[in-house]
């Protein structure tokens, strides 16, 4: 069977660590490794209105940002499909189907949906579109036949939903449908990475991000101002790991390389933590480590940024031929679903046969 990734992000901002690390990277990784036969990432625009209807010109103005944030982390246009999801209309009319296999009751325990809904108060009123959403991420995931779904951790009932809907889809009107899986990143801090005010998730919507495009006085202005242990007043005095976001950040991204480098003092991230919970360490000494570890990731990726900002056509022209490459292969799906539950009317010649057949003799 083909390997294929379908995966993608909102355009409800620009993207930040949390992408990066949650599921960003890996898709580069991936792309890299020549194990997949065909790749597709997905500006989510449509899903992004389900939150953001009464806002469209933040969504159309974060195209842009989503893809040159994509293409400055290594995504690489000849290797792989970016498109946005609003012009693949084949996506809406799956999703239309998939709707009558999934119980109303089904969406409103799915957890990820439960939690969302409580950050945007839309405890007394719902929009339909926002509920049904995940649905029709799993018309996403379909419509590409994909495999593997690389994503960070809040994703996962999203693709149990899924998994859910193609089950059902199979079981009902023949095997069309592909079963998903999530990939999630090795590390399980990159799972969930925390936002700079040490948050439970680093999330655009909760303005706790570092973004990939900021600069290097904005990365440093972020970092010195994290949260680390209250109690930790004194360089004496002994510090505490847990929930101390500046080392869950040390956990994502650094390297034993980084020590030799920038603070030859320690051989590795343990030393350093061991002398944290000792006593003797004071908090900037672990932020300047963390600046430079970000930076070393950061710069190139700010550096490629700037390329192709100089050429917006050419990133707009990329956009394009992805999203005619997507339609193309969610058409197909959509005509094997089509086939599946007998709505193909113009295209199975057998159709007339049967009524000429019954009526005409
Ligand atoms: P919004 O607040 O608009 O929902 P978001 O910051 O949650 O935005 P999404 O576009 O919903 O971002 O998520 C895109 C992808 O990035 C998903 O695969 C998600 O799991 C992953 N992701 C987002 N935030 C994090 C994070 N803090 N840690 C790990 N992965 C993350
Ligand atoms: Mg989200």
Known sequence: ?????????????RLHLGHYVGSLRRRVELQNSGEFDKIFIMIADAQALTDNFDNPGKIRDNIIEVALDYLSAGLDPEKVNIFIQSEVTELTELTFYYMN????????????????IQLRNFETSIPVGFLNYPISQASDITAFKATTVPVGEDQLPMIEQAREIVRKFNSTYGEVLVEPDALLPNNSVCSRLPGTDGKAKMSKSLGNCIYLSDTPEEVSKKVMS?????????VSDP??????????????FCKDEHFEKYCPDYKNLQEMKDHYQRGGLGDVKVKRLLINV????????????AEYEKNIKGVYDILKKG????????AQTL???KAAMKINYFEDP????????????
């Open 239 to 252: 510090g505490s790991l847990e929930g101390n976001t500046v080392f869950t950040y040390l956990d994502a």
């Open 1 to 13: 069977m083909a390997k294929i990734i379908l995966t993608g992000d909102r355009p409800t901002g």
């Open 101 to 116: 296999l999934v119980t109303l009751s089904r969406l409103e325990r799915n957890p990820t949906v439960k939690t969302e």
């Open 323 to 330: 999203t005619d490459a997507a339609k193309k292969e969610a």
């Open 350 to 361: 057998s159709l007339l046969e049967g009524w000429q057949e019954k009526y005409n003799g």
């Open 335 to 337: 005509s094997e679903v």
């Open 226 to 234: 994290m949260f680390t242990d209250p109690n930790h007043l004194k």
């Open 294 to 305: 970000l930076e070393d990731e950061l710069a190139p990726i700010r550096a490629r940024r």
